[in-house]
Structures are given as structure tokens and as C-alpha cells.
T-cell receptor, first 112, second 116 residues
Framework: DADVTQTPRNRITKTGKRIMLECSQTKGHDRMYWYRQDPGLGLRLIYYSFDVKDINKGEISDGYSVSRQAQAKFSLSLESAIPNQTALYFC???????????FGEGSRLTVL | AQKITQTQPGMFVQEKEAVTLDCTYDTSDQSYGLFWYKQPSSGEMIFLIYQGSYDEQNATEGRYSLNFQKARKSANLVISASQLGDSAMYFCAMREGMDSSYKLIFGSGTRLLVRP
């Protein structure tokens, strides 16, 4: 089983719908992240969390919210999805010493 | 201003030859880290190699090496003896932040195609 698991892997939804992407990890890391990948733009940081009580905005947090339900769980919500939120979303955890990220398999979201 | 710059959107290399993927970075921190990740067409992100700013020797991992030139703020990935399976997107990333409050910033990526 993957150390970092994302659900759903693929989702098609309509404009205005609420969407939640879930992430769970078994690596025991405190730090968790949500990134978004768009062609030609690389990965951009949406939100990150250093522990259950610590949530931080990344460079593109507008239109998104997160919840850190437990050390192992970090979910990303789109309260009212719009087409330009169509992207590949990655959850990741990080090693405290080096900062190396361990990624989930990605969640491909399409907003029509 | 971009903190991580990958100037090669796409590159070709002949199988069994070496290839260098460019990455330059911008930071005023003394302590930072540089990473390379590979993303094959299946979409997962695979860690390749890491270089800490205080590491005196260039990092190597099998066929991957990181040509770290601190004064020039470059961290180029060298892949020796390219294989067809090396065809993928490659992302350079920098650990940013003081103490333990860090996050990774990514470049826009380079798509490498290995020709048989």
C-alpha cells in the first residue's frame, strides 16, 4: 500500500459544486502539503501544515480551504468549484531533516 | 521573481548518451536544499536526488548526479547513459524557509524525451 494515499484519484464535477480531496499517510510525518500542478507551471503550493494545530496558506490558497483532522489526515476542499481549478492535485508529506517530499499518486480534478 | 528557473521546456537525448537539465535558483538564505523529482507519464512524483547548501561534494545517486555551483546558484541534473525509461518530466525544487519552517518551491519543469 502507498505511504501517502489520495482519494478520489479522478473526479469530474460541475461549476459551483463543493469538492473534498482527502489525503492520509502512514509515514508518521508531522508535515503535510497540498500542491496543484498545471501544464507549464510546475507545482504550486496551496496549503501546508506542520502539525494538527498549524495551518498555513501557500502561494495560491484563494478558493481553497483545508482541514487537518489528525496527524495522518489532511483534506483539501473547494467550496464552490470553478473551471480554472481543473488540475492535478498532489498531497505530500515531508521528512523533517531534509525537507524531501513524499507524494501521493495525485488527484485529477476536472471542473466543467 | 521566480525562485526556481528551468529554462528548457523540452529536451531530446539519444539513448545511452548523457544529458544535463538546467536549474537555477534564487535565495538569500545560507541554509537551503535542492531537489530533483521525476514525473513519468503515469503521473507520480519520484524523488531522484538531494543537495544541501553546505554539502561540499556534488550529490550522486546511481546514474543521476547534481552539478552544484553555489556561486552561480545553479543545480543542474546530469543523467548518464540515458535509457528509454528516463523519458519524463523533471522538476527542480528548492527548500525554502528558516529553521524547520520550510516548504518546497518548484520550477516549471523540463520534459525529456529519450530517442532509441
Amino acid at each position: 500500500d502507498a505511504d501517502v494515499t489520495q482519494t478520489p484519484r479522478n473526479r469530474i464535477t460541475k461549476t459551483g459544486k463543493r469538492i473534498m480531496l482527502e489525503c492520509s499517510q502512514t509515514k508518521g510525518h508531522d508535515r503535510m502539503y497540498w500542491y496543484r500542478q498545471d501544464p507549464g507551471l510546475g507545482l504550486r503550493l496551496i496549503y501546508y501544515s506542520f502539525d494538527v494545530k498549524d495551518i498555513n496558506k501557500g502561494e495560491i490558497s484563494d478558493g481553497y480551504s483545508v482541514s487537518r483532522q489528525a496527524q495522518a489526515k489532511f483534506s483539501l476542499s473547494l467550496e464552490s468549484a470553478i473551471p480554472n481549478q481543473t488540475a492535478l492535485y498532489f498531497c505530500a508529506t515531508s521528512d523533517r531533516r531534509t525537507g524531501e517530499l513524499f507524494f501521493g499518486e495525485g488527484s485529477r480534478l476536472t471542473v466543467l | 521573481a521566480q525562485k526556481i528557473t528551468q529554462t528548457q521546456p523540452g529536451m531530446f537525448v539519444q539513448e545511452k548518451e548523457a544529458v544535463t537539465l538546467d536549474c537555477t535558483y534564487d535565495t538569500s538564505d545560507q541554509s537551503y536544499g535542492l531537489f530533483w523529482y521525476k514525473q513519468p507519464s503515469s503521473g507520480e512524483m519520484i524523488f531522484l536526488i538531494y543537495q544541501g547548501s553546505y554539502d561540499e561534494q556534488n550529490a550522486t545517486e546511481g546514474r543521476y548526479s547534481l552539478n552544484f555551483q553555489k556561486a552561480r546558484k545553479s543545480a543542474n541534473l546530469v543523467i548518464s547513459a540515458s535509457q528509454l525509461g528516463d523519458s519524463a518530466m523533471y522538476f527542480c525544487a528548492m527548500r525554502e524557509g528558516m529553521d524547520s519552517s520550510y516548504k518546497l518551491i518548484f520550477g516549471s519543469g523540463t520534459r525529456l524525451l529519450v530517442r532509441p
